[in-house]
Every structure is written in structure tokens, then in C-alpha cells.
């Protein structure tokens, strides 16, 4: 199993990023898919999951209305289109193969992680 992160990057407060998370090694289309992420001091963080199919998808309270996940099945590819971005959404993203609500990195499949930066 291996899950690369792309996307992430510094950004000003109200930008926007896309982050994708490129999948291999097992079937993708099978699996339910999430993004977990962790701001610097703090614990692990559910932000959202989405079904095998594609057409169930979830949100944390915290970026509910300004984050989109989606993904395509025949790239093996999890996107994660973050808008009206705030500085405390600033934090190292995780793609994981699985349902993450309560994240545990020793749960699931995750990938390396990708740094978000929101700052002026």
C-alpha cells in the first residue's frame, strides 16, 4: 500500500489549495477513503471521508462549507479542494485508506503527510 501526498504549500489567509493523494498497491475503488490532519502541537484530526463510490462524503464542523473531497477511481487519485482558507487550517495533512473519525496512525493505511501553511 503506499499513499503520496501532493499539493500542499504556504497560502494567504481567504487562498486556496488542492491537495491530491496518488494511490497504489491495492484497489483502490474498493475502499473508503479519508484526510486526517495534525496542526503543530496539537493531536490527530478527522477533516473528511468519502465512500468507495464516491457519492457519500463527510465534513468535519471545522471545514464544513469550505472543504471538498473527491475522488477518481480510474486515476487511483483522493483530492482534497480546500477554499477560504484560515490560518488555523494550517497543519500537516493525511491521506489514510479507511474510515478515520477517531484517527490512530496504527489504524488504516496513511500516507507521509503533506504540509499546509496558512499565513500573511
Known amino acids: 500500500v503506499q499513499l503520496v501526498e501532493s499539493g500542499g504549500g504556504l497560502v494567504q489567509p481567504g487562498g486556496s489549495l488542492r491537495l491530491s493523494c496518488a494511490a497504489s498497491?491495492?484497489?483502490?475503488?474498493?475502499?473508503?477513503m479519508s484526510w486526517v490532519r495534525q496542526a503543530p502541537g496539537k493531536g490527530l484530526e478527522w477533516v473528511s471521508d468519502?465512500?468507495?463510490?464516491?457519492?457519500?462524503?463527510y465534513y468535519a464542523d471545522s471545514v464544513k462549507g469550505r472543504f471538498t473531497i473527491s475522488r477518481d477511481n480510474a486515476k487511483n487519485t483522493l483530492y482534497l479542494q480546500m477554499n477560504s482558507l484560515k490560518p488555523e487550517d494550517t497543519a500537516l495533512y493525511y491521506c489514510?485508506?479507511?474510515?478515520?473519525?477517531?484517527?490512530?496512525?496504527?489504524?488504516?493505511?496513511w500516507g507521509q503527510g503533506i504540509p499546509v501553511t496558512v499565513s500573511s
Open positions: 468519502i465512500n468507495s463510490g464516491g457519492g457519500s462524503t
Open positions: 489514510v485508506r479507511g474510515f478515520a473519525r477517531t484517527p490512530n496512525k496504527r489504524v488504516g493505511s
Open positions: 498497491g491495492f484497489i483502490f475503488s474498493n475502499y473508503y
